[in-house]
Structure formats: C-alpha cells, structure tokens
C-alpha cells in the first residue's frame, strides 16, 4: 500500500481540522504511487536507459512529463495560469530516481491537501494549439486539471511500461492502464 492509502482520514485544512480529500487528487496520489512502488526496486541505470522503440526516450523522462502536469495543474492552488507546454526538460528527476521519488512523495502530499473547495476553484488554463506557438487560455477547474494530468500520467505510465519490458524489467501489475479499461477488462471477465 502506498502512503497515504488513508489520506481522507487525515488531510488538514486551513483550520487544522480533517478535511476529505477531493477524489480526483486521490486518483492522482494512486497513479504517482504505482509510479513509486515500480521505481522503489528499479535500477538506477536502466531508469535513465534510452530505448528506441519509444523514440529513443526513457523511463525517467516519461515520469518527469508526467510530474510536470501535475505541478502544472497544483499551480493553480498557488493562483498561477497553469500551462502544460512550457516546461523545464533534462532536469533532474529524469536523471535521478531518487530525486524523482522525493519529487512523487512530495507531490502526494500537496495532492492530499485538496479537497472540495479546493477542487472547485477556478484555473485558467494556457494551451499551445500548434507548433507555430499559437495558444489559447482556457477557463477550468483545480478538480478537472487533476483529473487530465492523472489521466495523462497513466498513458506516459502505458509507456514507462513498454520501456521496461524492452529492457527487460516487468512492471507491476496493471501498470499504466486507465480505471476505464480495468473496469470494462473486469466485466468481461478478463480481470
């Protein structure tokens, strides 16, 4: 189990008191700690190993990407536009596991810290349309921004995974499938 498998039972509030975390921050903490639990054990060298079957990346870029948004969409806690597009590459996380771990445990934290209120605050949101630069500001919600970069991160999740079997690590267990495809795989009886 991850930490914070009981994150509703103690998430503060500007008062101190408990306050229930938002369940899209808690699909988010979920996917950043399957992320946690396959790096835990993983080699630091084949973390930072490129593979060519999925355009010469590797599995710490994919978390970087992944990571940068989430703290794109929490930006918007702090009032910031959030913008997915314009962020820092080749940094750190994707070259280090540990500082990637203390960036996933630090990010869950901020996460558990959502709730409704939070969640329903509004975010602008600021999206390149095309590779000419031209963007766009979008109106949304904490909770919905959450919700697409939990979302996003389990595809790049589908990935780190194709990148591990190339390199001949198994990932967990249904790592980087969507709720949806669990789901629908459970119904037929295939889960």
Known sequence: MGTHDNVNDAAPTEGGTAARTHPAALAAIATLEQCERFLTDLDDEVYCRTC????????????????????ASLSALDGVEIDYDHRERETRIERDRHAALTSIRETCAR???????????????????????????????????????????????????????????????????????????RRVGRG
Not at 144 to 154: P, Q
């Open 111 to 185: 996460l558990a810290c959502v709730d409704e209120k939070a969640a329903s605050r509004t975010a602008c949101v600021r999206v390149m349309l095309d590779d000419s630069g031209a963007e766009s500001t979008l109106g949304s919600t904490l909770g919905r921004e959450i919700a697409f970069a939990s979302h996003h991160a389990l595809h790049h999740q589908a990935m780190i995974g194709a990148i591990a079997h190339r390199l001949g690590v198994a990932p967990p267990e249904g790592f980087g499938r969507a709720p949806s495809t669990v789901r629908h795989d």
């Open 52 to 71: 060519d079957a999925v355009q010469g990346s590797t599995i710490g870029q994919h978390l970087r990407h992944s990571l940068d948004h989430v703290h």
